[in-house]
């Protein structure tokens, strides 16, 4: 990350220079824009009814999880540390499964969608091949890059509801509706990455008389490996989230039971489950900045 | 060089390679949870596959998501544009402008909510001597208050965006009524606010510290430091974090209405529990349609800032 700071920075006229202004401005203008068309007051904040006491009694309960199930359950049920734990466990398996599947389908195709890839590969020899060859490529250049915008243009619950619709309720539906949009993802900031690495190496082999396959992966992929690896493990952490809140479409995931403990007041339990997939994020987030720390950046 | 040396220089270079045991032990547990996860009874690949799931597969794809006013008719263009006008007249059009709304008010109250985090949550500029490399104030009690403001800060902001926007909607709707679109907004809000002010305070920490300290050298303390040093010197990548969350907003909008608040979602879970499917895949392409939109607005906006 560079900051090019020069001292004819420092001036608090200098917030307002340049196309930032309109783009402040902008902001400022689509807010109130937003705010008044959907009508949404502040007075509409304070509760109503019984939100408040709600609110309370959730809150409060915060304090306190439950290590301990609230209501009579029958005898021989797991203690409830197994039962969050259990779910915890699920989703984790299908954050895994879903992400490992995206990187499967993210990586290829954030390759062939870098224009750094279609650069490198080798020139045909007559006029007539070459043009043919260039027409053949950007066609396939821009199918691919259609195919992922539309991949992630849908949201990972909604390919879910479409899955469940059209293949009912197992596991296959969760990974594939981690896998499709985050794939679309991943392979969307690939190309980016690999476009803005450094071609220096890239350069020196091209020179040396490597082909263009050598030089893509020996020069161009090692330069946007660390970055591309940092990006994948953050995304793991929005998979363990997603995989969390596939739960409310009936997966045995951690939503599926802050959904079921909410409905019933079990409110101590929620915050148990919360708590779960709060500190497994608070450990991934840990992980990953202190590998961007000592491997990323050096 | 004969080949044999060339061979043990390369191998001495290898050797010599920078490793990482952290590195190492992530990918390592990483790899063996996949392997585990794939092979635990609760990914069945082989129920995905029943004979029964396929026959319903082919029914969903060929009957079910044939649009309804051409099930009976023959396939003409004009009979297709008129079933998807008519249902973008009678609810994409207003619920795809609710959602569109609702994001960039989220987003907005997220810069609002995650700026004052982000500057608090620095830790060269929330200590008694900010941007100086010596402490100027002895004073242990100042340096306290500002450690702990600063770890408050970030406390907050991680938990601002552990919990997934969906769960916060859910619980927030139970506590506001479904009647506004303040569920939907504030949960936005919450979790980007908490990824915003991450964000934010790396930029204040990657700063070049020496024009900072060119005015911490004429007396310059925080609120100055703030006004003249802070908010210029970050907008810009601010403004850059600001348009890529806005993207996500988008697509989180949508998905929020499955609760209950008026946006796309809404209708999609409504067709859904009328079983239409072929209206619910319209509703679910108008919100892509809406997302690319967004895509696009942002990445323009992003190459514009970033110019100047």
């Not at chain 1, 293949?167 to 993802?185: E, K």
């Not at chain 2, 249902?87 to 059009?93: D, H, K, P, S």
């Not at chain 2, 348009?243 to 067709?271: H, K, N, P």
Request: proline share 4%.
């Amino acid at each position: 990350m560079k900051n090019e700071a020069r001292l004819s920075d420092v001036h608090p006229l200098r917030i307002l220079s340049g196309r930032r202004r309109w783009w402040m401005l902008g902001i400022v203008c689509a807010a109130i824009w937003a705010a008044l068309g959907l009508g949404t007051s502040p007075a509409q904040l304070i509760p109503s009814g019984n939100g408040i006491e709600i609110l309370e009694e959730f809150l409060a309960a915060g304090l306190t999880p439950a290590l301990d199930y609230e209501s009579q359950v029958p005898a021989g049920t797991a203690p409830l540390w197994a039962k969050v734990l259990d779910a915890l466990r699920r989703t984790l398996i299908f954050a895994a499964t879903g992400m490992s599947l995206a990187l499967a389908i993210g990586l290829p195709l954030g390759v062939l969608t870098s224009t750094a890839w279609w650069r490198e590969s080798s020139p045909a020899s007559s006029w007539s091949r070459r043009w043919i060859g260039r027409l053949g490529r950007s066609g396939a250049f821009v199918f691919l890059r259609a195919l992922i915008a539309f991949m992630r243009s849908i949201h990972e619950l909604l390919w879910a509801v479409l899955l469940l619709a059209a293949l009912g309720l197992n596991s296959f539906s969760a990974v594939w509706a981690i896998a499709i949009p985050y794939g679309g993802t991943l392979a969307k900031v690939f190309s980016e990455m690999l476009d803005e690495a450094p071609r220096d190496s890239a350069a020196q082999l091209h020179d040396t008389g490597a082909t263009s396959l050598q030089v893509f992966l020996f020069g161009l992929m090692p330069r946007a490996l660390p970055d591309m690896a940092a990006y994948t493990f953050y995304r793991l952490e929005c998979a363990v989230r997603s995989s969390a809140v596939l739960g409310f479409f009936g997966f045995p995931t951690l939503g599926y039971f802050v959904k079921l403990a909410f409905v019933n007041q079990h409110y101590h339990e929620v915050w148990s489950y919360l708590y779960a997939l709060i500190f497994v994020v608070v450990v991934l987030e840990f992980v990953s900045s202190l590998l961007r720390e000592r491997v990323v950046i050096r | 060089m004969n080949s044999s040396s060339r061979r043990t220089q390369v191998e001495a270079l290898r050797r010599a390679r920078p490793r990482s045991r952290l590195l190492r032990g992530t990918v390592m547990a990483l790899a063996s949870w996949t392997l585990y996860a794939w092979a635990s009874p609760e990914i069945a690949l082989g129920d995905s596959l029943t004979e029964r799931r396929l026959t319903n597969f082919q029914n969903f794809i060929r009957e079910e998501l044939w649009p309804h006013a051409l099930r009976s008719e023959p396939f003409t263009f004009s009979g297709l544009w008129a079933w998807g006008h008519g249902i973008w007249n009678e609810v994409g059009a207003s619920s795809t402008l609710a959602t569109l709304q609702i994001s960039i008010l989220a987003i907005a109250l997220s810069a609002v909510l995650a700026w004052p985090l982000s500057i608090l949550a620095a830790s060269n500029f929330a200590t008694s001597a900010p941007f100086s490399p010596e402490v100027r104030d002895s004073s242990r009690g100042k340096q306290l208050v500002w450690t702990a403001a600063r770890r408050a800060s970030r406390g907050l902001a991680i938990l601002m965006r552990a919990v997934p926007e969906y769960i916060l909607a859910f619980l927030l709707l139970a506590v506001l009524g479904p009647r506004t679109a303040w569920p939907a907004v504030l949960a936005l809000a919450i979790h980007n606010g908490g990824i915003l002010a991450r964000l934010g305070g790396e930029v204040v920490e990657n700063l070049e510290p020496a024009p900072v300290r060119s005015l911490t050298a004429i007396g310059g303390r925080h609120g100055g430091l703030v006004v003249f040093a802070l908010i210029p010197l970050t907008m810009g990548r601010n403004l850059l974090y600001f348009f890529y969350r806005f993207e996500t907003c988008v697509r989180e909008a949508t998905v929020l209405g499955m609760l209950g608040v008026v946006s796309l979602g809404y209708w999609i879970q409504d067709a859904r529990s009328k079983q239409y499917y072929d209206e619910m895949l319209l509703l679910v392409l108008f919100g892509s349609g809406l997302v690319i939109l967004a895509d696009l607005t942002s990445a323009l906006a992003r190459r514009s800032v970033r110019r100047g």
